[in-house]
Every structure is written in C-alpha cells, then in structure tokens.
C-alpha cells in the first residue's frame, strides 16, 4: 500500500476482508501511525514520492502488488510503469491512460473524440470573461485561476504557471470558459480490461473551498434518471476510449439552472476521496473491485444489475479553520472521540495522540451517512458530526454542521460558489458560557488531583461564613479575557460571571468529558488542555481557552496582544519594538502547511515589544508581540482590576 493514513486504512480494510495479506509503507514521522499498526507488515521508507523506495520496500516485504490509492503517486505513469516493469502487479489503470487523463489538453481532446461534450477552449482575441487558467497536469485545485477582466489575465497565468510547475513539475496550461454559478457532478465508472465498462451513478461535489471539495453525496439532488443515464453512457464512453482500466471518476461541470447542459471537466485515473457515498449506496466495494480487476478477474455484474439504495453524504473533516479562511491548522490530537451510530460510516487516519503536521493533506477523516432519502442522510450526518470530537487541533467539524443546515444546502440549491457566499453562523454558546465551562471543569480536574488531605482542598471554604472565591481570567479563541469566579464543591459549585452567583452541577461521564448542569439545562462537554490551553467540545464545536494572569489581562487590554492563529514557523518579523505602525501593517509573517499569514497590526500605535525571532516555531494562541495604542485609540475593559487580587486566590491551573 504506497500511501498513508486514511487511505491506507481504507485498503487495509478491504484486503483483510479479502483474506489478502497487506503490507504498509511509512516515514520516520508516521512511526506510530494507525495504518503502520493495522497493517501485516510495514516497511520504513523516507518519503512517499521516492519511487525507488517504494519498489524496494515491495521487494523487501515480498509483496506482489501496488496499491496507489488516491494522492501521492497514485496518477504518475512513471510509478506505474515502474512497478509492472520490477514484476509488480499495479492496481488502476495502465500508464497510456494515466497519462492521457492526467494531461488536461489531451483529455479534452479525448473527450470530443468520443462524443463528450467539453467546456469551449478560450481563443485569442476573444472578449468573452470570466475566463479559467487551468494547469494541464493539475488536479486539486492547484494552478487555477479565475480571470474576471483582460488586464488580470497575464498575472494570472503567471501565477498558475508558478504553482502547477511547483505542485505538478509542469507549468503547461490551458484557458476555458468560466460558468460563475455552476454545479460540479462526477460519475463513477468501473472496467474490467476484458471489453466491461459500467457506471455507478453520479456525485455531487459541488460544495467547495478553494475548488477543493468539502461535502459529497450520491446521488444527486438535481439529476433525474434521465440525465443519469446521459452522463453515465458518456462517462463509459470517455473510458473505453481511453482503453481505461479499474476505477475511475469522470467529472463534469454543470449549468447551475440547468444541470443537462455540461460539460467534460476531466478524468481522475484513481479512486476519489469521495468513493464511499457510492459504495453506500451501490453496495458495490470499489476497492475490492479493483483489486480483483487486478488480479485479472472479470467484472461480476453488468450495467443493468446496478441498484441504487437510499442517498449517502459524506463530509470531509480537516485540518483548518474556517474563521480564519480555511487557514490549515496543525498540533496533536489531544482528543479524538468517533461516531457510532447505525448508518454511519468514518474513514479516519489519525486516533488521540495522533500529530498532525504539516506535510501532508489537511485531512483528517470522512464522516459518512447513509439514509433512505436525501433528508433523512443529511439528519443523520449532522447527528453523526455532533458525536464527532477532535481536540487539540483546529478542525472544520463545526463549520460543516453550520453548512449542512443552511437553507440553501437542505434545498439541494448547490452550486461551486456557495460556500464563499454564506456568512458564517454562531454555534449558539457564548465566550461566556464558554469561559464558566473552562473554569468549573478545570476546577473539578484539579480537586480529583488533590489528596484526601482536607487542607490540601483550594475550595474557598471558611470558617462559620460563606466560602471564598477562586478568580479566573479566561480568554476564548484568543478573545479578551472574561473573569469567572468560582466557589464550593467541585461537583457543586458556584460560578459567577458577572450576573450574580449561578449553582452548576459538574459530573465526568469519562476520562475526556464532563456533563455541567446549570438551571436545570444539562450540556456534555469535551475536554483536553495542554499547557495553558484547555480545548472544549461540544457537539461538533469545539472552542480554546486560556487562563490568563492578572498581567496578561492588563496588557491584552492596554495594549494589542498579537497571537498566533495557527501553530507553524516565523518566516519574517516585520518591525521592531519601538517602531511606529498603522492599522493593518505587517508585523509577523507565519507559514503552516506552506501558506503563508500576515499577522497584522489590529491598530495604530508602537510596537512594545516582540517575543519572536525567524524561523522560531510557534504554537496555536503563542504570543508574538505587543502593539501600544496611538493616544486616544479606544481600548476594551479596564483589565487592571484583577491586578490588585491577592495572589492566594487565585485558582490552580495545570
């Protein structure tokens, strides 16, 4: 298996079913992966784009197989010609046809050639905009972009020369039409080699960031069985004619108000992210058939024994945060918690005290559910990414929730842009809310910590007069700190955040959660903390806290506290304490997952200090510098008051 994490794990699981012993590769960073653990064997390779490492781990283990799966090398021709060339078996199709598909120009033109209708190509001297770049050996969203006037086109073609020859060692590409409101559907087909050739539907995947797909479903809501039929008989076409071989994904790119007018987008010569919405609906294991494609067999059903059940939809669960524009977001899983539910299915690569870095795809796993009609698979998904808790790494779990329950979503009204067009919507808890959760469950933490020993107890409690009260500062998403006072029994506590004081109910209900009942409302939480932050989950959102001093109230208040968003590395400082900065200047420069983000001044003033350095590691909500008001630049609180608490009254944090 020449890939990692959740794909790995994917193909593991159909090959033990098979009763096919597999054997995984990984890199010194993947040491402790699951996919290194479940598999018979294992061999260490240094990367997995080294081809020659690759093949020797093959001959090493005595395996008679390649697996490509989806990403890495899985469409490069020269990888595939060179297993069958060191006596390897390839599973997908032969290199003709990865070459074909994997060069966009060619593929269009294969596509005319077998009756496909394709996107028209943009001639010089034509008016007609917006207009696409394309990289021709792209995939991914890599090396496009879009051109909305004349002017812009040069820069763009510039730019997605740069990053399809840094993405792909190719900066060939092409221009097309651009449809602004258009949907993204894509048709999954199977052959055999033998002269079978059968579809299994279409997808929908036209919820999208950054052309990268974030939902799928099949079928689609828009996609009658007549059109169905069209594009499937299209699809089967386009991969006869490219004499195509096991798995693949034809896509096309649909009028949004008329989904029968569309066109041939391109061809993926492997199995997509998105594979198990069909498998769930089909019945049909597309990783086991490919595997018996393979080894020779011939396909076990023809066109007209297809059967489609119900509707599934899958939501891909990544390393990112929305709030801040899908930036990518690394760190340990603290906490990792699954679905297990009836109709639901998780792809997954990483379990609690997995490390998700930044040198790999963003994601993290595929929650999937299957339901009899539409409605019922989407409740059912959004149940399922409730029960979903990740923790200690910034994920879009939450955001998808939001996603699926728009109006626009529920309606079915999809198209490539809606994603950018909705506003994000509150989750419906505030940071106050939010900061009395982290204080009563660390409170409670840390007296399951204490000793039996009675005076060894920080619970406030006093001689013949009410107990006293522990103070917290907690600052939410790297918000302005809220106090929280706290007093009483862990288990029944007081809190107060400024409304008077409030009695809570705290119980575990496991080693990472905690139930907290307030007036009679009782609400489940997650939770894990390294460090000074504490991460809170609750039904598939999840928030940071962080205690702050009496000190660091007082300069987040005063002055502007600049943290960083994202765990990664100082490219560039951009000033120095004592210079003088506007609103929106430059002050750090960070790259994670190699993006770059300007941390910028939120104000005019003086930079007081700077606490980082280039090339200095940094971590989520790290500090790196403090920025002082220009006079008469309003700021928020008075954020000295805590100041003047005695220092024994403050409560303990881990």
């Given at each position: 298996m020449a890939n990692r994490g959740e794909v790995a794990r994917r193909v593991l699981r159909s090959l033990r079913r098979l009763g096919v012993r597999g054997v995984a590769v990984y890199t010194e960073e993947d040491s402790g992966a699951p996919h290194v653990r479940e598999a018979d064997d294992a061999v260490r390779v240094g990367g997995y784009l080294e081809v020659e490492a690759l093949l020797r781990a093959a001959r090493r283990s005595g395996a008679t197989a390649v697996h490509p799966g989806y990403g890495f090398l899985s469409e490069r021709a020269d990888f595939a010609r060179a297993c069958v060339g060191a006596g390897l078996?390839?599973?997908?199709?032969?290199?003709?046809?990865?070459?074909?598909?994997?060069?966009?120009?060619?593929?269009?033109?294969?596509?005319?050639?077998a009756g496909v209708p394709v996107v028209p190509t943009y001639?010089?001297?034509?008016?007609?905009?917006?207009?696409?770049?394309?990289?021709?050996?792209?995939?991914?969203?890599?090396?496009?972009?879009?051109?909305?006037?004349?002017?812009?086109?040069?820069?763009?073609?510039?730019?997605?020369?740069?990053?399809?020859?840094?993405?792909?060692?190719?900066?060939t590409v092409f221009l097309?039409?651009?449809?602004?409101?258009?949907?993204?559907?894509?048709?999954?087909?199977?052959?055999?080699?033998?002269?079978?050739?059968?579809?299994?539907?279409?997808?929908?995947?036209?919820?999208?960031?950054?052309?990268?797909?974030?939902?799928?479903?099949?079928?689609?809501?828009?996609?009658?069985?007549?059109?169905?039929?069209?594009?499937?008989?299209?699809?089967v076409a386009l991969a006869r004619a490219a004499g195509y071989v096991g798995a693949g994904t034809v896509e096309f790119i649909c009028d949004f108000a008329d989904p029968s007018e569309h066109y041939f987008l391109e061809m993926n010569a492997r199995l997509q992210v998105e594979h198990p919405v069909t498998e769930m609906v089909t019945g049909v294991d597309l990783v086991e058939w490919q595997l018996r494609v393979a080894a020779g067999e011939r396909l076990g059903f023809v066109q007209e024994e297809v059967r489609f059940d119900g509707h599934a939809v899958e939501a891909r669960v990544c390393a990112e945060d929305p709030a801040a524009g899908f930036l990518p977001a690394s760190g340990p899983v603290l906490g990792y918690r699954e679905p297990v539910m009836a109709g639901v299915r998780v792809d997954s690569?990483?379990?609690?005290?997995?490390?998700?870095?930044?040198?790999?795809?963003?994601?993290?796993?595929?929650?999937?559910?299957?339901?009899?009609?539409?409605?019922?698979?989407?409740a059912r998904l959004d149940r399922a990414l409730a029960s979903t808790a990740i923790l200690g790494v910034t994920t879009n779990t939450g955001y998808l929730r939001r996603l699926l329950g728009s109006s626009e979503v529920r309606l079915g009204r999809l198209d490539t842009?809606?994603?950018d067009r909705l506003a994000p919507v509150s989750p419906g808890i505030d940071e106050r809310e939010v900061a009395a959760t982290a204080a009563l469950l660390q409170n409670a933490v840390n007296a399951e910590r204490a000793s039996d020993d009675p005076f060894a107890s920080v619970n406030g409690w006093r001689l013949g007069?009410?107990?006293?009260?522990?103070?917290?500062?907690?600052?939410?998403?790297?918000?302005?700190?809220?106090?929280?006072?706290?007093?009483?029994?862990?288990?029944?506590?007081e809190f107060d955040v400024g409304d008077g004081p409030v009695a809570a109910e705290v119980a575990r209900l496991a080693s990472q959660a905690f139930a907290i009942t307030v007036g009679g409302m009782r609400r489940e939480w997650d939770y894990a903390y390294e460090g000074s932050v504490i991460w809170l989950g609750r039904e598939g959102h999840v928030w940071t806290t962080r205690r702050a001093s009496s000190e660091e109230a007082h300069e987040a208040s005063v002055h502007g506290d600049l943290r960083a968003p994202m765990p990664g590395?100082?490219?560039?400082?951009?000033?120095?304490?004592?210079?003088?900065?506007?609103?929106?200047?430059?002050?750090?420069?960070?790259?994670?997952?190699?993006?770059?983000?300007?941390?910028?001044?939120?104000?005019?003033?003086?930079?007081?200090?700077?606490?980082?350095?280039?090339?200095?590691?940094?971590?989520?909500?790290?500090?790196?510098?403090?920025?002082?008001p220009a006079e008469g630049t309003p700021v928020a609180g008075d954020g000295a008051r805590r100041a003047a608490l005695p220092a024994e009254d403050e409560a303990a944090w881990p």
């Amino acid at each position: 298996m020449a890939n990692r994490g959740e794909v790995a794990r994917r193909v593991l699981r159909s090959l033990r079913r098979l009763g096919v012993r597999g054997v995984a590769v990984y890199t010194e960073e993947d040491s402790g992966a699951p996919h290194v653990r479940e598999a018979d064997d294992a061999v260490r390779v240094g990367g997995y784009l080294e081809v020659e490492a690759l093949l020797r781990a093959a001959r090493r283990s005595g395996a008679t197989a390649v697996h490509p799966g989806y990403g890495f090398l899985s469409e490069r021709a020269d990888f595939a010609r060179a297993c069958v060339g060191a006596g390897l078996v390839w599973v997908g199709p032969g290199a003709e046809a990865i070459e074909l598909m994997g060069d966009k120009v060619a593929a269009k033109a294969a596509a005319v050639a077998a009756g496909v209708p394709v996107v028209p190509t943009y001639e010089r001297g034509s008016e007609e905009f917006p207009l696409l770049v394309k990289a021709a050996a792209g995939g991914g969203g890599r090396g496009m972009r879009v051109v909305e006037r004349p002017e812009d086109l040069e820069q763009a073609v510039a730019a997605a020369r740069r990053e399809a020859l840094a993405g792909f060692g190719d900066d060939t590409v092409f221009l097309e039409r651009f449809l602004p409101r258009a949907r993204h559907i894509e048709v999954q087909v199977l052959a055999d080699g033998k002269g079978a050739v059968v579809h299994l539907g279409e997808r929908e995947c036209s919820l999208q960031r950054r052309h990268q797909k974030l939902v799928e479903e099949c079928p689609s809501p828009v996609v009658d069985a007549g059109l169905r039929e069209r594009l499937g008989c299209e699809a089967v076409a386009l991969a006869r004619a490219a004499g195509y071989v096991g798995a693949g994904t034809v896509e096309f790119i649909c009028d949004f108000a008329d989904p029968s007018e569309h066109y041939f987008l391109e061809m993926n010569a492997r199995l997509q992210v998105e594979h198990p919405v069909t498998e769930m609906v089909t019945g049909v294991d597309l990783v086991e058939w490919q595997l018996r494609v393979a080894a020779g067999e011939r396909l076990g059903f023809v066109q007209e024994e297809v059967r489609f059940d119900g509707h599934a939809v899958e939501a891909r669960v990544c390393a990112e945060d929305p709030a801040a524009g899908f930036l990518p977001a690394s760190g340990p899983v603290l906490g990792y918690r699954e679905p297990v539910m009836a109709g639901v299915r998780v792809d997954s690569g990483i379990e609690r005290r997995s490390v998700v870095g930044t040198s790999y795809d963003s994601l993290l796993c595929k929650v999937v559910a299957h339901g009899r009609d539409r409605a019922a698979a989407l409740a059912r998904l959004d149940r399922a990414l409730a029960s979903t808790a990740i923790l200690g790494v910034t994920t879009n779990t939450g955001y998808l929730r939001r996603l699926l329950g728009s109006s626009e979503v529920r309606l079915g009204r999809l198209d490539t842009g809606l994603v950018d067009r909705l506003a994000p919507v509150s989750p419906g808890i505030d940071e106050r809310e939010v900061a009395a959760t982290a204080a009563l469950l660390q409170n409670a933490v840390n007296a399951e910590r204490a000793s039996d020993d009675p005076f060894a107890s920080v619970n406030g409690w006093r001689l013949g007069s009410l107990p006293g009260w522990s103070y917290w500062l907690i600052a939410v998403d790297g918000g302005a700190p809220v106090e929280v006072k706290v007093r009483g029994r862990p288990a029944r506590p007081e809190f107060d955040v400024g409304d008077g004081p409030v009695a809570a109910e705290v119980a575990r209900l496991a080693s990472q959660a905690f139930a907290i009942t307030v007036g009679g409302m009782r609400r489940e939480w997650d939770y894990a903390y390294e460090g000074s932050v504490i991460w809170l989950g609750r039904e598939g959102h999840v928030w940071t806290t962080r205690r702050a001093s009496s000190e660091e109230a007082h300069e987040a208040s005063v002055h502007g506290d600049l943290r960083a968003p994202m765990p990664g590395s100082v490219l560039m400082v951009a000033a120095a304490a004592g210079d003088e900065v506007a609103a929106g200047d430059p002050v750090v420069v960070l790259e994670s997952m190699k993006m770059e983000l300007t941390i910028s001044a939120p104000v005019a003033g003086t930079i007081a200090s700077v606490a980082v350095r280039p090339g200095e590691r940094v971590g989520l909500d790290q500090h790196l510098a403090h920025i002082a008001p220009a006079e008469g630049t309003p700021v928020a609180g008075d954020g000295a008051r805590r100041a003047a608490l005695p220092a024994e009254d403050e409560a303990a944090w881990p």
